[in-house]
Structure formats: C-alpha cells, structure tokens
C-alpha cells in the first residue's frame, strides 16, 4: 500500500476514535489532541502517546466488561477472544465481522509466504478458544486446506492423525514440536519418514534459532518456518518464507508498525540491522481499535528485497522486553541464552530453567541456570564449564550452571516458560 493510501486509512481511524472510543477521545484530549485535525497524519504519530495494556486493562469495570476502548456496539460484535490477565482474569478482545475478516485476511497472507497450499493436510494444535490463535482455523479454512484440528493436550491423539491421516503441515509452537521429536524417539517412531514436510512454528520466540530449527527440522524431516501476531492486534502478523530470512510483514493495509527504543520510548527509524520494540496501530479496526499499541516484543529488522521477490520489511523477534532480565547491566533474553546452550547438543537437551534467585528484572550474577542433559548422559563438570564459559563469551552474563538429568525440566504443548522464579527472594538484585 502507498504511504499516502494509508495516511489515509489512518486519518479515517483517528477520527473513527474520537467519534466512537471514550478511552482515546479522553487520552488525545489528556495529551493536548482535541480534535482528529489536530493529530495529524502518519508522519506526526510519534507525537502521540503510546497505549499500554495496562491502560486498557484500568477502564474494565461492571459496565464496561472489554473496557472504554470498545468502539463498536455489542449487538456488531461476532466473536471474543480472550487473554489471561496477570491476575488470572480474562482480557477480552472483541471482533466485528469485518475485524475478523481482516484478521483472516492478514493470516492467509502470513502463511502463504510459508509455502501452503490448497493442496495441504494440515494438523493445527491451535483450540478454538479462548484464545485468539484459534482464529488460525477461520485462515486454513479460507485458504482451502484439509484441516485436521486436534488442538492442545492430546499428544497420543495428535501423534495418531500424524501416522494414519498423512498430514503435510503441522502448526504448533516450537516447544511443542521439540516435545513431540522427544516424544516419538523415544517410543522409536521415524517422524522424519512421516508425511510432514512443513513445521508452521508460532506462539513464542524460538522458531529461527538456528541450532533450534536444526534440530526440528532433523527430526522432523521437514522444513520449518516461524509466524507471529499479537491477538491485541491480528493474528500472523508476520510470515516466514521458504528462504528462512526473518518474518515477512502481512499487515500491510491493515496495521502501521513503528519501532522505539523500550526504555526512552524514541522511534528508531526502520533500517536494516536495527534493533527495538514493536508497536502497532490499527488502520481500519471496527472493534477495539488500538494506537501505538506496545507489542513488548523485542525484534531485530532486516530490509531490502528477500530472494522471494518480497520487499517490505521483515523481522526475527530475539525475545520479550518484559522477560528480559538485567544481570550487572547487561540485558540478558532467555531465548538467546537457550540459543547458546543449544550448541552444546548433543550433550544437552536443549531444554532450561533460569532461576533467578532475587524477584524483579535485576539480577546480581552469576545468574542460577539449570541445563538439562541428553538422555543417558552422566554430569560432567567440564560440560557445565564449557557452557558457563560460552554463555559469558556470547552474552556477557556470569552464571552458575547446574546440569540436570533428562526429564527433569517440564515440556509443554504450547508456550514454554524459560524462567522460574520459585527459588526467588523478594530481595531484588543489583
């Protein structure tokens, strides 16, 4: 889309919020904007302020169940996803008609660049709901596929449709596709026989860790490419293809997408190499529209033209700025300190646990960091030493290594969780 086109959907969206949203026509009035005309355009949205969900989650009360940011009627809505909150109360996202066909729209894209086709069988691990990831089954419809819904819990049951029903395509997180190689070696299943020629990863960071994918990809026998969305925003926002080159842009049309620095909250300008946080805003969202919506994902942008003849921009999320931890000033991503330990297989599981042993984001070192071994392999103090020494070399991060045996760490079938703070104090670290 031109930039002029979506100045325009945007100035239509700006005066969309003032006329049907309470909780932006009270903000923009807060930060000095009294009127659509005086927000601007496109090129004046850095000026605006950012939205939080935390700010949304603060208008949800008795009468207003979604929160004050609801621009549509109700009697409009047709479907609502939910999130689970920090307190375990659910985070509603509603969606008119058309939101969701924007949202399908937006996936079909996503997954077309991974490579499939009509011609695909696809077993999706995705439940229907609550969350919003089950609207991946309203795209794999649309795009013609034979699905075959298993959803999440179910190993034995998904593991049946993968031998019998001759999938082509499976979508899961990558933490459930590890389990499941796991899962099948050790019961001397040849997955990289099966039919599966295509892992669609999504759900968490991890899907273009090299060592990662690999190792997916071997013993799957097939290829593996990762998406990602944001259900405040759309589902599959992004799309890999079959070069593997970082996540193609599929919102075009639909979402504006900036890049800031997390702490000074600046715009960083959208070049090759560039490193930050994502933030949307809806373009044409009936619903719950969003402006400047903080993604809290940590990405890393590469441009120019991919070998697949796409030229927007593309990204590789290396983690969440709100899992990062500090340690001695150093910002430490899970994800990239189970990248480095991932080097170490076949010794290693490629499975952690970080356990902080202060709550909070700063973390006094050496950092404690359980490693799971290979099955079979005894402890071995030059092991721990080896990865203690390459963890300090890539990320420099001094941390206590305890090499724990196979199947000590929990697996997951959906997102894994690289942090526990159980050993935590409430004492906070430096």
Request: net charge negative.
């Amino acid at each position: 889309m031109s930039s002029a086109d979506a100045d325009a959907l945007y100035r239509r969206q700006i005066a969309y919020l003032f006329e049907r949203s309470q909780f932006y026509r009270e903000r923009l009035a807060e930060a000095g904007f009294g009127s659509p005309e005086n927000v601007g355009g496109l090129a004046d949205i850095g000026r605006l302020p950012f939205t939080e969900k935390n700010d949304l989650r603060a208008t949800v009360d008795a009468d207003h169940p979604i929160g004050t940011h609801l621009a549509a009627k109700m009697d409009d809505v047709v479907r609502i996803y939910s999130t689970s909150g920090t307190t375990g109360s659910p985070f509603y996202i509603p969606l008119t008609a058309r939101d969701l066909e924007d949202w399908i729209a937006v996936s079909m894209r996503s997954y077309a660049a991974s490579g499939i086709t009509a011609d695909d069988r696809i077993v999706s691990t995705y439940n229907a709901g609550p969350f919003v990831a089950g609207a991946t089954i309203d795209a794999f419809s649309r795009a013609g596929l034979t699905q075959i819904p298993v959803g999440a819990g179910n190993t034995e049951r998904l593991m049946a449709a993968v031998q019998k029903l001759g999938p082509t395509a499976m979508a899961l997180t990558p933490s459930y596709a590890l389990h499941l190689a796991e899962w099948a070696e050790k019961r001397d299943i040849d997955l990289a026989g099966s039919t599966v020629k295509r892992l669609l990863v999504a759900g968490e960071p991890g899907g273009s860790e090299p060592t990662l994918r690999a190792r997916l990809e071997s013993a799957w026998g097939a290829t593996v490419t990762e998406a990602m969305g944001i259900g405040d925003i759309s589902i599959s926002l992004w799309g890999e293809c079959e070069h593997k080159d970082a996540m193609h842009f599929a919102g075009d049309g639909y979402v504006h997408i900036e890049l800031i620095d997390p702490v000074s909250g600046e715009v960083i300008p959208m070049e090759d190499g560039a490193e930050g946080e994502m933030v949307y805003t809806h373009l044409r969202r009936e619903a719950s529209p969003l402006l400047r919506f903080r993604s809290r994902d940590h990405v890393v942008v590469k441009t120019g033209t991919c070998a697949c003849g796409r030229t927007g921009p593309r990204i590789r999320c290396i983690g969440r700025t709100d899992d990062m931890l500090i340690v001695r000033g150093v910002n430490l991503f899970p994800t990239a300190l189970r990248e480095v330990v991932a080097r170490f297989a076949p010794e290693v599981s490629g499975v952690i646990s970080i356990r902080p042993s202060a709550k909070g984001v700063k973390q006094s070192p050496p950092l404690p960091v359980q490693v799971e071994l290979a099955e079979g392999v005894e402890p071995d103090e030059g092991l721990a030493e080896a990865i203690t020494k390459a963890i300090r070399d890539t990320l420099i991060v001094s941390t206590r290594v305890g090499l724990v045996a196979w199947g000590s760490l929990p697996r997951t079938d959906y997102k894994s969780k690289l942090v526990d703070w159980s050993d935590a104090s409430s004492q906070g670290g430096d």
